[in-house]
């Protein structure tokens, strides 16, 4: 899983233990990239990752001219924009199930279904006559949807402050796992906190984080636990100054989950995640454990 992090993320192994296509892809980036600080040139790295994001989705394009034989079917199913404006996919399989004869493709050209008959699926005009419809909804956009409308319940701190009304204008914690005036409330989410692929991969690094604060203080003598005001406070501004959203980059993209359906402006900097980067973000928690002091806690009876 370490393996796995660092070459994720644009580091150096001496072996892929795991060699799939997220390793692939990122491999292929990280391969432009200079490896000395003073060589690195922003606008040479920029142009060098786009002509790379497009050969690669110019592969993706191909495929599909590849697999599927009707050339207006593969021209709509072809994706043009860059890679990571969306979830990455590894498997296209599904590419043959449009040489079926009972098969059609129907191309909204981007507006989508307009209404839902009883009996129908109208788009573009048209009435699709359906026995079955199967929703694929997606992922609901945990940067934009407040922390509590997702975990389903509010949750009431000191002086009956609610979470929501705390975080109303964006998360305030520390470290992305507590947060000030909650004694003994942990969150573990991607909201300033490390952002990977493999999202397990950072639960079990916050765990980890968490599992130690809970052993060292209860070691201590103590059941309660939360960050102070003042290191609450240099966290949420190290999560601002480090802030990486290339928001015209996400502009740039279609519609979709990673850039608020093509909103991006309107995402709050205080949701995002460590703009230093998943490594980063580990050492950090790890360097923190090592030194032992409960550096910037505040324990209670």
């Not at 296509?21 to 003073?38: H, Q, S, V, Y």
């Not at 990455?88 to 059609?104: A, K």
């Not at 949750?155 to 520390?174: M, N, Q």
């Amino acid at each position: 899983m370490d393996n796995f992090h660092v070459l994720t993320s644009g580091g150096e192994q001496d072996e892929d233990l795991v060699a799939d296509g997220w390793t692939e892809i990122t491999a292929k980036l990280a391969a432009i990239l200079p490896r000395a600080a003073t060589d690195i040139d922003p606008k040479a790295v920029a142009a060098a990752m786009e002509v790379a994001d497009f050969r690669k989705m110019e592969e993706i394009r191909a495929r599909v001219d590849a697999v599927v034989r009707d050339p207006a079917t593969a021209a709509a199913l072809k994706p043009y924009y860059r890679m990571f404006c969306k979830r990455p996919c590894f498997h296209d399989g599904y590419l043959d199930v449009y040489n079926r004869p009972n098969v059609t493709l129907v191309d909204t050209r981007g507006e989508g279904v307009t209404e839902l008959r009883e009996d129908a699926v109208v788009a573009l005009g048209t009435a699709y006559p359906v026995d079955c419809v199967v929703f694929a909804s997606g992922y609901e956009n945990e940067w934009a949807v407040p922390y509590t409308e997702r975990a389903g319940f509010d949750v009431v701190g000191r002086d009956g402050v609610r979470l929501s009304e705390k975080w109303a204008d964006g998360a305030r914690t520390y470290q992305g796992l507590l947060t000030h005036g909650f004694p003994n409330f942990f969150v573990m989410s991607k909201m300033q906190s490390g952002l990977h692929v493999n999202v397990p991969y950072m639960l079990n690094e916050q765990s980890k984080h968490i599992a130690h604060i809970v052993a060292a203080v209860r070691h201590a003598g103590h059941r309660v636990v939360g960050p102070t005001a003042d290191a609450e406070r240099a966290w949420v501004d190290t999560i601002r100054k480090l802030a990486n959203r290339n928001t015209d980059f996400a502009e740039s993209c279609t519609p979709g989950l990673f850039n608020n359906e093509g909103d991006p402006r309107r995402l709050s900097i205080l949701n995002s995640s460590y703009g230093g980067g998943s490594v980063e973000f580990v050492s950090v928690l790890r360097q923190w454990r090592t030194a032992g002091d409960l550096a910037d806690l505040e324990t209670g009876p």
